[in-house]
C-alpha cells in the first residue's frame, strides 16, 4: 500500500490508475476521507470502495478548520500505524496523509461554504463547522479526482451539505453514502467513543433507542412530528443526565423541518453526554 503526503503525488496516482485502467467499465479511483482514528464503520466504507472501485485511497487528515476554539482538535486521537493497518486489511491500496501546510498553504484565502444547509443541524451547533467540512473535502476530491468518494450515514448532514457542494461545483465525484455500523449493543460507531467513561458509554445508549423508537412509531403509522419528538423525549427522560443538543425530523436534502413524516426524511439527534457530544440518525422508511 502507498502512502502519500503531497496533493501532486496523489494526482499523479490517481491519473496514472486511471490511464492503466483505460476501457474497464466499473469505476476507478475511490476515495474514503477520514480525520484517522479508524474504526469497523471506516472499514466499512473502504469495504465498499474496494468491491467498486479498482482503486481506493484513503485520506487520513484531522482537519484543522471543522473544529471550533473550544473543541478537541489538539486530542482528537491520532493512530496512524494503525490506520493504515486496518485501510489496507479492509482493501485501501492507497493512503493520503498530508500535512496541514500541504492542505492549507501559508496565505490560503478560499474556503467553500454551502449557503442554508451549512447553518442547520450541526452546522447550527456548530458554527463554521460544515465550512471547514465542506472546504476539506472540495480539496480531496480536487486532488484525488475519484469516481466516486464514500461517506457514512452517521454524519448524514454532512452528507447533505456535501452532496449539494459537488452538485453545485460540478466536481463529477459521486458522493456514495453507506449505512451506520453500530456495536452488538447499538451504539453507533465513533472516533469519539473512546473519550466516554464505562457509565457515560451506558448512557449513550440512550440514542440508539430513540433511534428505535422513531423507527418503530413510523413504521406503525405514526406520521405527527410533534407526536414522534414527544416520543423521544419521553425517552430521554429516563437519562437526565445527557443534554439534548437538537432533535430535528428533516427532509434529508434540504435539512429544512417536516411537520409530517414521510419515506426517506431524517430523523437526527445530538446530545451531549458529559463531555462528550454524539449523533445518530435514522432515514424513515
Not at 484513503?58 to 471543522?66: A, D
Request: charged fraction near 20%; hydrophobic fraction near 50%; include cysteine.
Amino acid at each position: 500500500m502507498k502512502i502519500f503526503r503531497t496533493v501532486s503525488e496523489l494526482r499523479q496516482w490517481s491519473r496514472e490508475a486511471r490511464l492503466s485502467a483505460a476501457g474497464q467499465i466499473v469505476p476507478v479511483v475511490g476515495l474514503v476521507p477520514t480525520m484517522g482514528a479508524l474504526h469497523a464503520g471506516h472499514a466499512s466504507l473502504i469495504r465498499a470502495a474496494a468491491a467498486q472501485c479498482s482503486h481506493v485511497v484513503v485520506s487520513v487528515f484531522v482537519n484543522p478548520t471543522q473544529f471550533g476554539p473550544s473543541e478537541d482538535y489538539a486530542v482528537y486521537p491520532r493512530t496512524f500505524e494503525a490506520d493504515c493497518a486496518l485501510a489496507e486489511a479492509a482493501g485501501a491500496t492507497a493512503i493520503f496523509a498530508p500535512t496541514v501546510e500541504e492542505i492549507y498553504p501559508a496565505g490560503a484565502a478560499t474556503f467553500v461554504e454551502v449557503d442554508g444547509l451549512s447553518s442547520r443541524l450541526d452546522g447550527l451547533s456548530r458554527p463554521g463547522h460544515f465550512r471547514g467540512v465542506a472546504t476539506v473535502v472540495a480539496k480531496l476530491l480536487i486532488a484525488a479526482e475519484p469516481d466516486r468518494a464514500y461517506f457514512g450515514q452517521k454524519d448524514a448532514a454532512q452528507v447533505a451539505v456535501l452532496r449539494r457542494m459537488a452538485r453545485d461545483l460540478r466536481l463529477g465525484s459521486e458522493i456514495v453514502v453507506c449505512p451506520i455500523v453500530r456495536e452488538v449493543d447499538g451504539l453507533a460507531l465513533s472516533s469519539r467513543n473512546i473519550y466516554l467513561s464505562p457509565a457515560e458509554r451506558v448512557q449513550a445508549l440512550t440514542l440508539s433507542r430513540v433511534v428505535r423508537t422513531v423507527e418503530a412509531l413510523f413504521a406503525e403509522g405514526e406520521r405527527d412530528t410533534q407526536v414522534l419528538t414527544d416520543a423521544v423525549l419521553e425517552v430521554f427522560a429516563f437519562e437526565p443526565s445527557l443534554r439534548v443538543d437538537y432533535i430535528a425530523l428533516v427532509d434529508w436534502a434540504t435539512l429544512e423541518p417536516r411537520e409530517t413524516a414521510g419515506e426517506g426524511d431524517l430523523f437526527a439527534v445530538a446530545v451531549w453526554v458529559g463531555a462528550t457530544r454524539l449523533i445518530d440518525n435514522t432515514v424513515l422508511g
